[in-house]
């Protein structure tokens, strides 16, 4: 294996912090929540801004495995196993790309709930009875191993069927400004809109002028934490949780090696690229992509007995 998960052995966390910049000039557009705008907030006497929350950077690092051209996983994860839903014998979503993953309700909802049933027995559920964790946690890992890796909230069985993300990781700001801007949305036919014709500014008719605020940071860094104990506690073959741990490093290599553009006016670049070292274990180095791009699909082929590959749900409204 080219990728040395030896640094890793003694290991509780790995904890990488990777210091990002504008790809171009300075300003940069962070996430915005509903009532709420952007997420400022006071760190000590230093203003920091939350760039990309958890819940969208989980997210990202799922859609890095997926080909939207083919509605496929990539051809590096071929052989990995996931839930693909159809409907009319056409590609619908999958496990990899809902928000809920294996408890989307596209899947839970397919075939009069059959696979949630399917999943209900191999668990091992009872209501009265302690969860059968050992059959919850491989059950999970035939399905959907992204699951173990993003978390997983069966509430649709059970409440108590929950998994935490053993991968976590977001994007925050430090010593942020605001940078206030403007600018009109221009109509050439009807500056003023006729109001005789009913034609009003929120039908889009007319000249709108518009208010923006972007931000500038002394320091943007995306953090990434990998819990290796949570993966080794899932009980799991030494094969699965050595495929779990390299999925979650190809999933952090493609996304920043790839085009981090968040949002129209966010596009991000690693300021260091050359070397990408981990906070903890510190001898660590985050692999190269050639690297994990050859050791993945041997580690899928090892746990070839252990998932059930492409399983297809057929959802109607």
Known sequence: MKTDLSPLD???RLLLNVELTPLQGTRFQPTGFPDLGAA???AGE???LLVESAQSMANRLEAVCWDEASNELKDTLQGLSYIRVEENGQYLTSSITEAHRINSPYIEYAQDKAFHQQLAEEINYSENAPIDRP???KTIFKYDPNSLIHGVFLESIAGRLRIARSLSSFIEATNTSVVASGGVKNDHIQPSPNKAAKRAAAEGFGN???SREEYTAQTITAYFCLDLNQIRGYGLPEEAQTLL???S???IRVFLDGDMRLRTACDFAVKNPDT????????FTLPSLGDLEADIPTAIEQCKSLMAGVTTVVYSK
């Not at 990408?276 to 001898?283: K, L, V």
């Open 10 to 12: 003694q290991a509780s």
């Open 40 to 42: 400022t907030y006071q």
């Open 46 to 48: 230093v203003p920091c």
């Open 135 to 137: 059959h919850f946690l």
């Open 208 to 210: 709108v002028p518009f």
């Open 245 to 247: 741990i390299l999925l």
């Open 249 to 251: 490093l190809y999933k």
């Open 276 to 283: 990408i070292t981990a906070q903890r274990p510190a001898e």
